[in-house]
């Protein structure tokens, strides 16, 4: 069965940490680009982070650089998003999504991608 599947969300305090996870069953992830996407309520969907093991290119939001880290480990398929020093607008539910490598998905197009897990939620709160 093809399918992306996030874990790792939950309620962290402002200032704390979270890591996500996305692993991949059917496909193989290094052959994509890989984007980590959130929601929040009200809001549009925006681009956080991708990754490409295809040209290794990685991309950051701005809002999240020096904060946020998106690294792969092939052996294991799988995606992570390790954030730190979170925030209350860091609030989402938060997708993890594949795509071909190219100059959109790579800047956090997500229109450019073409395959979705279901979400995790995050949530930041003191």
């Known amino acids: 069965q093809v399918q992306l599947v996030e874990s790792g969300g939950g309620l962290a305090r402002p200032g704390g940490s979270l890591r996500l996870s996305c692993a991949a069953s059917?496909?193989?992830?290094?052959?994509?680009?890989v984007g980590w996407f959130r929601q929040a309520p009200g809001k549009e969907l925006e681009g956080v982070s991708c990754i490409s093991d295809v040209d290794g290119s990685i991309y950051y939001a701005d809002s999240v650089k020096g904060r946020f880290t998106i690294s792969s480990d092939n052996a294991k398929n799988s995606v992570y998003l390790q954030m730190h020093n979170l925030k209350p607008e860091d609030t989402g539910v938060y997708y993890c999504a594949t795509g071909p490598t190219n100059i959109a998905t790579m800047r956090g197009d997500w229109d450019e991608y073409d395959r979705w897990g279901q979400g995790t939620q995050v949530t930041v709160s003191a």
């Open positions: 059917g496909f193989t992830l290094q052959d994509y680009a």
